[in-house]
């Protein structure tokens, strides 16, 4: 079964404050923060200290769409990091990011923004990545439109982890819906990114039409 992640993107301290909170009474039990430093692109977060002051059981996420993530991965242990997802795209070297965030004792992955090819993803240290997260918007903003040119980077994916039994998780962030949440949950997406579309109304049920939505091909 698909998991599907709320995301929290935001450059206000109180609003990520009480999306957390909404999502612990949700009874959630994982949480993506995409972290922005408005040099990657033209936006800005809230910086991870932020979560420091809050006191919660959520496991976190957090996905650094920064310059030099490697930089960032101390921030992140002490924001209670579960797992730490940094973009590839302004990234020096993928193996010490991996390395680092691993010598701390938590999951590390790798991300690749729109217009990235899966080429350009370190191939010798996929047995050893936690986890594959493709953007299926342009990164920095919610409320884009899914991008249908992510599937192939999915089916991509899955035939390098089937021929060479490696064990990372596929993640898909961005502009999916219950319309199309079915598409990547066919091509063995084990996760899903939702933002704020997730939170209007009651959360916990969104999450379940989520996943109802993804097994809409599988049950036909």
Not at 55 to 82: Q, S
Not at 110 to 137: E, F, H, R
Request: proline letters at 3%; a negative charge; aromatic letters at 6%.
């Amino acid at each position: 079964m698909i998991k599907v992640i709320p995301s929290i993107l935001s450059n206000s301290p109180n609003e990520v404050r009480q999306m957390l909170y909404q999502c612990q009474d949700a009874g959630v039990e994982r949480v993506h923060i995409d972290i922005i430093d408005g040099v990657f692109t033209n936006n800005k977060t809230t910086d991870p200290s932020v979560l420091e002051e809050i006191e919660t059981t959520l496991r976190y996420d957090i996905h650094l769409m920064v310059k030099e993530p490697i930089n960032w991965i101390e921030k992140c242990i002490r924001a209670g990091a579960d797992r730490i997802i940094g973009q590839i795209e302004m990234m020096n070297s993928q193996q010490e990011f991996i390395q680092k965030i691993q010598g701390f004792g938590i999951d590390a992955g790798l991300a690749i923004d729109l217009k990235t090819p899966i080429g350009q993803l370190d191939d010798y240290l996929l047995p050893d990545v936690d986890l594959i997260l493709v953007m299926s918007v342009a990164t920095g903003f919610g409320g884009q439109e899914f991008n249908t040119s992510v599937l192939e980077k999915i089916k991509q994916l899955n035939a390098i982890r089937t021929s060479d039994k490696t064990p990372f998780k596929i993640c898909d962030d961005g502009g999916v819906t219950t319309q199309t949440v079915d598409d990547v949950a066919e091509l063995e997406v084990d996760e899903v990114v939702v933002g704020r579309k997730l939170f209007e109304n009651d959360l916990a049920q969104n999450i379940q039409k989520f996943i109802q939505a993804s097994n809409r091909k599988t049950d036909q």
